[in-house]
């Protein structure tokens, strides 16, 4: 049976869930429900604190003016995830992979830059979130409240450790209390249905409106959840023939188009709350959640206002999670680089929290909400060079066989990509005629030449894949390809370091090296004194530790030497990693062998690694005994 290309090579993205969830072994309702979950880890996207903040300026603002604006944004969005989700499961690959695999080398390198800032000006916009609803409900400073985003880290480590499925359900549980708290809130506000009706008659639109629904869009159809719903995706396992995509593009899209549906009533409520409660009480410039928290308080009692913190509270912590696991897919994809994905969180939280931090020490808590409109402006503007190759990708029929997408489906995705590139350019030449008639030097300095070959690059994504015909096979994932394996020599170490700190695991790690060496090797047994005094008089350090590790060491040789191995004795002093590498360095050692401690978690921490340190100082073989 004719199978579509997939890249055998890969790990797969995000390799620790790969076909983590088996859809083989259900029927029935179960068998299509083994496929729901990918689309609500992406949906909470589209109603996070970013699309608030753009939904209650559009609607206090606007009235109901820019709900087509919200419709339009939502039908573009189920359009591109499709996309993005056919080209998970087609191909077997995410879009930033796919990427590297289409555009040469140098190309993703600003694309990698430009996705990261856009999952950083997205977490910007949680973590103004999380600290605006704990503001909210329990008064906690905004400073302190961002502050506490960062352990964040935490609780995705913790899902991530209890498997796809759990991760799952926790986002759906977020989503849940989010659609709940607004539905209750629009019978609280009795919108009128006439005026909603006639919002979404599309009217032109610039200024400020310009402005916000860009935003809208920016917020609405966001970049980072292309490449992450081309990911998530690949965690379902089903049969690789034709029949098995076909049913698997189709259940995919039962569960975007049931997630993006949920998301856009969320934002339709929140903007219509807005205009209900605000534009209709000439209320016009409520831009800011804490002022929409405040007056729904002061018009419509306790429980409204309660209820939008503890949604604004779930939107951003369901959000930071997705969020981060995007990070590592494009990392990994763009640049071959893989790193702990607590560390990936951590980096990519400081980067937004630091802007947040400056914002508030500099222009105060009021700024806030300008900054987080901001951020959907930014994520707009990246959303071309997300939604070009996708476009390129999806078509393409040597790599997509059957499955590349029809006429029609071209025509939609390349008019909606259009529209998203010219609202974007129109906002970039308005602006930079504002900042203009201000006459800041920077703006002819920096930001028109920036403009320039960020527009310059947008036309390179798009003409490229048209004119290239280079058929190029290229390894996406972060490892390489498997080598030819020639005849085996064994090797005979002559000269063996072991590594000792005189603990239950010395009897192991020496019964290791014997192994390796046999009685023809000479063992250097190996032990840094790490107390202040040998940390500052290195060898002429005669304290009781050195004294009695110097003392041990002599026996572990003793005993050696009446079982027939020659070894010699090494006291290192201060820093253990750089002590054992002096050693090993200057006794010319051809093999080291390590204990490993089995620190496990918050110990690896606080206490580091020393065997990982080591091994990445070392040019010779280290061997890890645990």
Not at 24 to 51: C, E, H, Q
Not at 86 to 114: C, E, H, M, T
Not at 360 to 379: C, E, K, R, T, Y
Not at 437 to 462: E, N, Q, S
Request: aromatic share 8%; net charge positive; hydrophobic share 50%.
């Amino acid at each position: 049976m004719n199978k579509p290309e997939t890249n055998t090579k890969n790990s797969g993205s995000l390799s620790e869930v790969h076909q983590s969830v088996d859809t083989s072994k259900r029927t029935g309702w179960r068998r299509i429900l083994s496929f729901i979950g990918p689309a609500y880890l992406v949906s909470v996207g589209y109603m996070d604190p970013g699309n608030w903040a753009t939904d209650i300026a559009g609607g206090s603002k606007f009235g109901y003016q820019l709900i087509w604006i919200l419709l339009m944004s939502n039908l573009i969005a189920l359009l591109l995830q499709s996309l993005s989700a056919r080209l998970g499961i087609v191909r077997g690959l995410d879009l930033a992979q796919a990427s590297r695999n289409g555009y040469p080398k140098w190309v993703n390198i600003p694309l990698f830059g430009l996705a990261q800032t856009a999952i950083i000006a997205c977490d910007l916009a949680e973590i103004i979130g999380m600290a605006i609803g704990l503001n909210l409900l329990f008064g906690l400073p905004l400073i302190w409240g961002i502050s506490l985003t960062i352990f964040d880290t935490v609780l995705l480590l913790f899902l991530l450790n209890k498997g796809m499925r759990k991760m799952e359900a926790f986002i759906v549980s977020m989503v849940f209390i989010v659609g709940v708290s607004f539905l209750v809130e629009m019978f609280i506000v009795e919108p009128s249905l006439k005026e909603i009706a006639r919002g979404f008659e599309p009217t032109m639109l610039s200024g400020e409106a310009l402005y916000i629904a860009i935003g809208i869009i920016g917020a609405t159809v966001m970049p980072h959840n292309l490449y992450l719903h081309s990911s998530l995706v690949q965690t379902r396992k089903f049969e690789r023939d034709n029949k098995g995509i076909k049913e698997a593009i189709k259940f995919n899209f039962i569960d975007t188009a049931v997630a993006l549906n949920l998301a856009f009533f969320v934002n339709a409520a929140i903007l219509i709350l807005a205009a209900a409660a605000f534009y209709k009480n000439g209320l016009h410039e409520v831009a800011e959640i804490q002022d929409a928290h405040k007056l729904l308080q002061n018009i419509f009692g306790n429980v409204a206002p309660a209820l939008f913190a503890i949604a604004l509270i779930a939107a951003g912590q369901s959000s930071t999670v997705t969020g981060t696991l995007a990070g590592q897919i494009v990392m990994e994809g763009h640049l071959k680089l893989r790193i702990e994905p607590w560390l990936r969180r951590l980096i990519t939280r400081l980067l937004a929290i630091i802007p947040a931090f400056f914002t508030i020490l500099w222009f105060g808590n009021d700024a806030l909400g300008g900054l987080l409109i901001l951020s959907q402006v930014v994520l707009s503007l990246q959303l071309g060079f997300a939604v070009i190759p996708l476009i390129h990708f999806t078509s393409d029929k040597r790599t997509m066989k059957g499955f590349a997408i029809k006429t029609w489906v071209k025509i939609l995705a390349w008019g909606s990509s259009i529209v998203i590139v010219s609202l974007n350019v129109k906002l970039v030449v308005e602006e930079i005629k504002t900042w203009g008639a201000d006459g800041g030097w920077y703006v002819y300095a920096i930001i028109v030449p920036l403009a320039i070959l960020i527009g310059l690059l947008l036309l390179y994504v798009f003409i490229y894949p048209l004119i290239s015909k280079i058929k190029r096979e290229q390894n996406v994932t972060p490892h390489g390809t498997a080598l030819n394996i020639d005849e085996v020599e064994k090797i005979h170490y002559k000269r063996i370091g072991i590594t000792v700190d005189f603990s239950k695991n010395d009897r192991n790690t020496i019964r290791h090296a014997l192994i390796q060496g046999g009685k023809q090797a000479n063992y250097h047994l190996i032990h840094v004194v790490e107390t202040a005094v040998a940390r500052y008089h290195g060898e002429s350090a005669l304290d009781y530790e050195t004294q009695s590790d110097t003392e041990n060491l002599e026996k572990y040789r003793t005993n050696l030497a009446e079982l027939g191995y020659k070894a010699t004795i090494h006291i290192g002093y201060g820093g253990t990693v750089k002590a054992i590498v002096d050693i090993t360095n200057e006794s010319n050692l051809e093999l080291l062998v390590m204990g490993a401690h089995g620190h496990k978690g918050l110990k690896d921490l606080i206490l580091g690694t020393t065997v990982n340190s080591v091994r990445h100082k070392v040019t010779i073989p280290v061997l890890i005994v645990r």
